[in-house]
């Protein structure tokens, strides 16, 4: 299953890599194109509750296979694209298959963490993590040693395919929802506070990540007068402490406690990126977003651990899921926004507000508070 989420995050990072070539290749200005690239966002949160809806009636497995293909099948068609609104529409198409696999993916992973009886989600989301390294890394060197775009895209299409929809075989074959509970009400999410509460925390966790994508280069070179080539490697930083965090996040759930553990990451990387903004030094802002992001590592694997246990998992996943892509839609927006009134160390200001949020709510992804609510709805359902 790791092998699946890899597959996810090496798409989303070589089509990062190559922002620049498709770019400059359709001739769109920076306006145009931060349109264009609301395409996957756009995508993936119509898709994703859709998807919760089916898994209701369709096995992960199949889901997760037709999601697999359509990301590897559209993401070398952008570059067939002959206009911003043609790339637009491709984008939205491959969002929506990132969405599909997204919710698909995390609705397995949340099975086998339950049938294992062990915690085994933040180590999903590290294969994630470094899957979005490896494709980023991989269309870096591509761009470098002159490969095309189309090339590099259709090289990482025919591994993420291989890869990706043969391993999702191994997947499900039986929907997500017992037979006993499949009613139309079950294939939609079930309401309470704690949902609510939990896709809060996704949606501030998404927002944040969002931010330090779009934003740290900037800020480090703008702001704070860092070199380009250092300034760039701000969100390569973040990505890796990301990457550390959800390595070690299973092991720190079962010894802290997943409150306590989401409390006390969260609370650190406020206090820290605080600290960093204050400073307003490069290296500052360098080891902010390096705590960061070994902050946020454990959140989103844990919020999505009790979202799976409130009720039947593939709906109330699918809800936390896109809440949470509505936040990294929405953040990088809001920081721009926020940056044109009262300038960009201020507006990354909103980060901190987020991750003191996260901790002040942590409470919420207690086990059994999950527990009490799986119990009621199995309750209502016989």
Same mark, same amino acid.
């Given at each position: 299953?790791?092998?699946?989420?890899?597959?996810?995050?090496?798409?989303?990072?070589?089509?990062?890599?190559?922002?620049?070539?498709?770019?400059?290749?359709?001739?769109?200005?920076?306006?145009?194109?931060?349109?264009?690239?609301?395409?996957?966002?756009?995508?993936?949160?119509?898709?994703?509750?859709?998807?919760?809806?089916?898994?209701?009636?369709?096995?992960?497995?199949?889901?997760?296979?037709?999601?697999?293909?359509?990301?590897?099948?559209?993401?070398?068609?952008?570059?067939?694209?002959?206009?911003?609104?043609?790339?637009?529409?491709?984008?939205?198409?491959?969002?929506?298959?990132?969405?599909?696999?997204?919710?698909?993916?995390?609705?397995?992973?949340?099975?086998?963490?339950?049938?294992?009886?062990?915690?085994?989600?933040?180590?999903?989301?590290?294969?994630?993590?470094?899957?979005?390294?490896?494709?980023?890394?991989?269309?870096?060197?591509?761009?470098?040693?002159?490969?095309?775009?189309?090339?590099?895209?259709?090289?990482?299409?025919?591994?993420?395919?291989?890869?990706?929809?043969?391993?999702?075989?191994?997947?499900?074959?039986?929907?997500?929802?017992?037979?006993?509970?499949?009613?139309?009400?079950?294939?939609?999410?079930?309401?309470?506070?704690?949902?609510?509460?939990?896709?809060?925390?996704?949606?501030?966790?998404?927002?944040?990540?969002?931010?330090?994508?779009?934003?740290?280069?900037?800020?480090?070179?703008?702001?704070?007068?860092?070199?380009?080539?250092?300034?760039?490697?701000?969100?390569?930083?973040?990505?890796?402490?990301?990457?550390?965090?959800?390595?070690?996040?299973?092991?720190? !759930?079962?010894? +802290?406690?997943? *409150?306590?553990? =989401?409390?006390?990451? @969260?609370?650190? $990387? #406020? %206090? /820290?990126?605080?600290? &960093?903004?204050?400073?307003?030094?490069?290296?500052?802002?360098?080891?902010?977003?390096?705590?960061?992001?070994?902050?946020?590592?454990?959140?989103?694997?844990?919020?999505?651990?009790?979202?799976?246990?409130?009720?039947?998992?593939?709906?109330?996943?699918?809800?936390?899921?896109?809440?949470?892509?509505?936040?990294?839609?929405?953040?990088?927006?809001?920081?721009?926004?926020?940056?044109?009134?009262?300038?960009?160390?201020?507006?990354?200001?909103?980060?901190?507000?987020?991750? !003191?949020?996260? +901790?002040?709510? *942590?409470?919420? =992804?207690?086990?059994? @508070?999950?527990? $009490? #609510? %799986? /119990?009621?709805?199995? &309750?209502?359902?016989?």
């Amino acid at each position: 299953m790791a092998v699946v989420f890899f597959a996810l995050g090496a798409g989303t990072g070589t089509w990062a890599a190559r922002i620049p070539a498709i770019k400059a290749e359709l001739h769109l200005s920076a306006g145009l194109l931060g349109l264009v690239l609301l395409g996957p966002a756009i995508g993936s949160m119509l898709a994703m509750p859709a998807t919760g809806a089916l898994l209701g009636a369709v096995s992960p497995r199949r889901i997760a296979q037709l999601g697999v293909l359509a990301v590897a099948g559209l993401l070398p068609l952008t570059t067939f694209a002959g206009s911003a609104w043609q790339l637009f529409l491709v984008l939205a198409g491959w969002g929506g298959g990132i969405g599909v696999t997204d919710v698909a993916m995390n609705t397995e992973a949340a099975a086998v963490q339950e049938h294992l009886g062990k915690t085994t989600m933040s180590r999903f989301h590290a294969a994630y993590s470094a899957g979005g390294l490896a494709g980023a890394g991989a269309g870096a060197i591509a761009a470098a040693s002159g490969l095309s775009a189309r090339a590099n895209f259709a090289l990482a299409a025919t591994v993420i395919l291989a890869a990706g929809a043969g391993c999702a075989q191994l997947f499900s074959a039986a929907p997500a929802a017992h037979p006993s509970h499949q009613t139309a009400r079950s294939r939609w999410p079930t309401w309470s506070w704690t949902l609510a509460c939990l896709a809060l925390i996704a949606f501030g966790s998404f927002l944040a990540e969002g931010a330090a994508s779009d934003w740290s280069a900037v800020y480090l070179h703008s702001s704070l007068g860092a070199a380009p080539g250092l300034a760039a490697i701000g969100y390569t930083v973040f990505s890796a402490a990301m990457l550390g965090g959800r390595l070690a996040g299973d092991r720190l !759930t079962d010894w +802290a406690g997943p *409150a306590r553990l =989401v409390r006390a990451s @969260a609370g650190i $990387a #406020a %206090v /820290a990126f605080l600290g &960093a903004l204050l400073i307003g030094r490069a290296w500052a802002g360098m080891a902010g977003f390096a705590v960061l992001g070994a902050g946020l590592s454990v959140v989103v694997p844990i919020v999505f651990t009790s979202a799976s246990r409130l009720g039947l998992p593939g709906p109330n996943l699918a809800l936390v899921t896109s809440t949470g892509y509505m936040g990294m839609l929405v953040g990088p927006a809001v920081i721009g926004g926020l940056a044109d009134a009262v300038g960009l160390p201020a507006a990354l200001g909103t980060i901190v507000v987020i991750t !003191t949020m996260t +901790a002040i709510l *942590a409470g919420v =992804v207690k086990p059994r @508070a999950a527990t $009490a #609510a %799986v /119990a009621r709805t199995r &309750a209502r359902a016989s």
